[in-house]
């Protein structure tokens, strides 16, 4: 079982940064990965980007590639959401997601989305507000 821990959202302007970070706790391996998803009101949650526990490869949404960075630190067992140009409508509920199973490495290295369904731990979650 793993256990995460969100931190770092807030309220910030438009064109401004933000990093969020995750703090994992229990067993990880080679064949996981992480995630982060992001949920408005009224909308579904939807996908962010993930990352490779090894080797760090990575996957985004498109409306956030090139603004967001995925990262992890295995030595401190953190994963990082670095975002960037961010922009009203990136204001949501960001959550930190893990994956044991090898289904999100396989989405990553096809070049997939990965999808709610694909993560089997969850965060409590973290508001991010971006005003105009």
């Known amino acids: 079982q793993v256990q995460l821990v969100e931190s770092g959202g807030g309220l910030v302007q438009a064109g401004g940064s933000l990093r969020l970070s995750c703090a994992v706790s229990?067993?990880?391996?080679?064949?996981?990965?992480m995630g982060w998803f992001r949920q408005a009101p009224g909308k579904e949650r939807e996908f962010v980007a993930a990352?490779?526990?090894?080797?760090?490869?990575?996957g985004y949404a498109d409306s956030v590639k090139g603004r967001f960075t995925i990262a992890r630190d295995n030595a401190k067992n953190t994963v990082w959401l670095q975002m960037n140009s961010l922009k009203p409508e990136d204001t949501a509920v960001y959550y930190c997601a893990a994956d044991l199973s090898g289904t999100v490495i396989a989405r990553i290295l096809t070049r997939q989305p990965a999808v709610e369904a694909d993560f089997g731990s969850w965060g409590q979650g973290t508001q991010v507000t971006v005003s105009s």
């Open positions: 229990g067993r990880t391996f080679s064949s996981s990965a």
């Open positions: 990352i490779m526990w090894s080797g760090g490869s990575t």
